[in-house]
């Protein structure tokens, strides 16, 4: 694999052991497929309690779906307190760009995965942001393209889950990630 430009991320404080697992999951994700498709999403809850309840479930169950639809997903996954919306997650998510290149697509798949998990009770309408206003979501990243543009796009679309504001308030863990293939979970830490 080439060897990839010094990270582009956003001009803002960041937690480098975050933004270093960002990095270490896309490329990972490049030396399995050519093309990583590369995607943002932030996921609300009606309450802080669901949040924190079924955040795991909701990623378990949508990354089984698109590892069975053949996109080999990882994600990584930052939790934040907001004083207006509360405990919410933003994710990144890394599909095999061979398999998928769709944000839409991805996006209302998420939406009926959200909806499952949550339950008939809620709506889970407007519970997943696309991440879309202002700037482009779903980078098609590919390993060997003599153009950095889009590694360093997708780069700067994942940095924001490595932002320090919102997270001094959040009790527990506030990052986590698929585990690559090939390593352990020690390793993965």
């Known amino acids: 694999m080439k060897e990839q430009p010094e ?3 956003l001009p803002i404080p960041m937690d480098d ?3 270093t697992k960002c990095n270490r999951i896309l490329n990972d994700s490049l030396e399995r497929h050519s093309k990583v498709f590369v995607m943002r999403m932030d996921i609300h809850f009606p309450n802080d309690e669901m949040a924190q309840e079924k955040i795991k479930t909701f990623n378990q169950r949508l990354r089984e779906k698109w590892k069975n639809a053949g996109y080999d ?3 990584v996954a930052a939790r934040e307190m907001g004083s207006k919306e509360g405990i919410h997650y933003h994710e990144a998510w890394f599909l095999n760009g061979q398999k998928t290149w769709k944000t839409y697509e991805r996006f209302k798949e998420a939406e009926a995965v959200h909806q499952r998990v949550i339950g008939s009770e809620y709506d889970a309408t407007g519970l997943i942001d696309y991440c879309d206003k202002g700037h482009r979501n779903g980078i098609m990243v590919k390993r060997d393209d003599p153009d950095p543009t889009n ?3 997708a780069q700067r679309q994942v940095s924001y ?6 997270k001094e308030n959040v ?3 506030t990052f986590f990630s698929s585990r690559p293939k090939g390593r352990n979970k020690k390793e993965n830490e």
């Not at 889950?161 to 919102?166: G, H, P, R, V, Y």
């Open 7 to 9: 990270p582009n991320v």
């Open 17 to 19: 052991r975050i933004l």
């Open 73 to 75: 997903p990882a994600y």
């Open 151 to 153: 590694f360093q796009e």
């Open 161 to 166: 889950l490595a932002k320090k504001d919102q």
């Open 171 to 173: 009790r527990g863990k």
